[in-house]
């Protein structure tokens, strides 16, 4: 049965009730809202939920059943009063609502159900990072973050996020912060790749060049070296801390100026590193 704007709510009748209450409701859950034209209060349910509802339809389908019409129906569901709206997962009732109910009653029913606003920001990130666009992915889930911080779900997109952006102690902190319940195989995953970038980040090549940069602390090749070599491994803040010394020395005509810029445009759009250094430069020039 194929559904039309034209059709919303759907009208549960005989025909059609095993597709919908039986078989829709295995994928989406299915809201039945009761009504009659004698009873006022609830058709005014059905009008409240059908606004609220609109724009949930992916979430909640929003059906009704006319008690007057459909009476078969109503008492399959053992219904003793109006208004009532009973909502069905897998064919089964898992919730619902009875009697007169105010725009505040309604919000707090349904809020249990809908997705959050941490929950699009989720499905954002998840999108970005599946598509490689590990910035702008960051950027959402620290947003979903913000919003519920307790997430494991979130914490760890977040973390996946940050090890592949080079914020290794954030990645850590947020990874030691799962609870044991929650320590799955994407747990268990994130933390194999935690161990590994953690490795790369601390290279014998990185190793080398700070040892020769301790012998010879003016070396200004050395240090460009060093920038790039943290860069490369996403270890952003070092490698900025060490341009931005050349660029207020002045001691290449703006090679470091222009790498340290470079350097910005990688981070994610926001990155509170990416302020800091901006107005640092800012300072400088002003």
């Not at 039986?22 to 809202?33: G, M, R």
């Not at 801390?241 to 290449?252: E, S, W």
Request: charged share 25%; proline share 3%.
């Amino acid at each position: 049965m194929e559904r039309t704007v034209t059709d919303y709510p759907i009208a549960i009748t005989l025909e059609n009730f095993q597709q919908i209450i039986l078989e829709q409701s295995k994928s989406t859950l299915v809201l039945v809202d009761f009504w009659a034209e004698q009873v006022p209060e609830s058709v005014e349910l059905k009008n409240l939920l059908t606004t609220k509802l609109a724009e949930h339809k992916d979430t909640i389908l929003l059906t009704t059943v006319d008690c007057l019409t459909q009476q078969e129906i109503a008492s399959q569901f053992g219904l003793q009063s109006l208004p009532t709206a009973v909502l069905i997962k897998d064919g089964q009732p898992i919730d619902g609502i009875s009697g007169p109910q105010t725009d505040e009653s309604i919000a707090t029913f349904l809020d249990k159900y809908l997705p959050k606003a941490e929950d699009n920001f989720l499905k954002i990130a998840k999108e970005q990072f599946s598509k490689g666009k590990i910035n702008e992915a960051y950027t959402s889930i620290s947003s979903a973050y913000q919003l519920n911080n307790d997430r494991a779900d979130i914490k760890l997109l977040l973390a996946e996020c940050a090890i592949q952006i080079g914020k290794l102690s954030e990645a850590q902190s947020l990874i030691s912060s799962i609870k044991m319940v929650d320590q799955d195989s994407y747990y268990q995953t994130i933390l194999a790749k935690l161990e590994l970038a953690m490795e790369a980040a601390d290279s014998p090549e990185i190793q080398a060049l700070e040892e020769e940069l301790l012998q010879s602390p003016d070396d200004i090749e050395l240090q460009k070296k060093l920038a790039a070599q943290y860069s490369q491994v996403n270890r952003y803040e070092e490698a900025l801390a060490i341009l931005f010394t050349l660029v207020q020395k002045n001691v290449d005509e703006g090679e470091s100026k222009h790498f340290l810029l470079d350097v910005l445009k990688a981070l994610p759009e926001g990155d509170p590193l990416a302020s800091k250094y901006r107005r640092k430069l800012f300072s400088m020039m002003y």
